[in-house]
């Protein structure tokens, strides 16, 4: 069953989503997620098959106007689990450029833990298997996620600049503007003799302890991030 938090009322409408889990204790541990056994419920009811090939089952309820809420590792032959959900929104806000004005027409990723970015061509970004998790900016560079389950992040990028921020921060009125990219030099030696041809990664991790990593490959992200001459470097994203 599936009821608001605070008026005990049943949801008329929502969805719950089934997936597995190697924790028995932590909910927001890697979840595989098995789209074909999610169900949508009505009048704060739902029925789901669990899975049988798996020690730990974990459901998660999801209704609009609300956050997304999961249950714990179910034990194996429970049969009922209730939802109590509360009212809440995704990150919305307004994207600005390194000028400062609203950009209109850029890509923006919404990611939570255990998901993975990358970086492409010219400042691109794509998301791994979540295409629900990408919009693209308005005419006057609004954009807007549905929540997710436990903290998020919001990542942007473009040939100009890149910025990332907690979802919790973002409430509609504010605004994240992108920073303009930064080159790296230096050089890379052995026994004081410089290293030519080498390739290079660079990981941005996020800050204050964030969720997600983005890692820019050498051998898949031009320009290349590779050692000239006598191992000096010149990287630019």
Not at 25 to 42: E, H, I, N, Q
Not at 119 to 129: D, E, K, P, R, T
Not at 174 to 196: C, F, K, M, T, Y
């Amino acid at each position: 069953k599936a009821v608001d938090a605070e008026t005990g009322e049943p949801l008329p409408r929502f969805r719950v989503s089934v997936g597995r889990t190697q924790s028995a204790t932590d909910p927001a541990f890697f979840v595989s997620w098995l789209k074909r056994r999610g169900a949508d419920g009505t009048e704060g009811r739902y029925v789901v098959e669990l899975p049988r090939s798996t020690k730990f089952a974990v459901l998660e309820a999801e209704a609009e106007g609300y956050l997304p809420v999961r249950s714990e590792a179910l034990k194996p032959g429970q049969t009922n689990h209730g939802f109590r959900m509360t009212r809440g929104n995704g990150p919305s806000g307004v994207v600005l450029g390194v000028d400062g004005r609203p950009a209109a027409g850029v890509a923006v990723v919404h990611l939570g833990s255990g998901q993975q970015a990358g970086l492409q061509h010219h400042g691109a970004m794509s998301v791994y298997n979540a295409t629900k998790d990408q919009s693209v900016t308005d005419g006057l560079g609004h954009f807007k996620f549905s929540p997710k389950y436990g903290p998020s992040e919001v990542w942007i990028a473009t040939e100009e600049g890149f910025a990332w921020k907690a979802a919790k921060d973002l409430t509609g009125t504010n605004g994240i503007q992108l920073e303009r990219w930064a080159s790296v030099h230096g050089r890379i030696v052995r026994d004081r003799q410089g290293i030519p041809d080498e390739p290079i990664e660079i990981r941005f991790e996020g800050r204050d302890g964030g969720l997600v990593s983005l890692d820019i490959d050498a051998h898949h992200a031009p320009p290349p991030l590779v050692a000239h001459g006598e191992g000096r470097l010149v990287a630019c994203p």
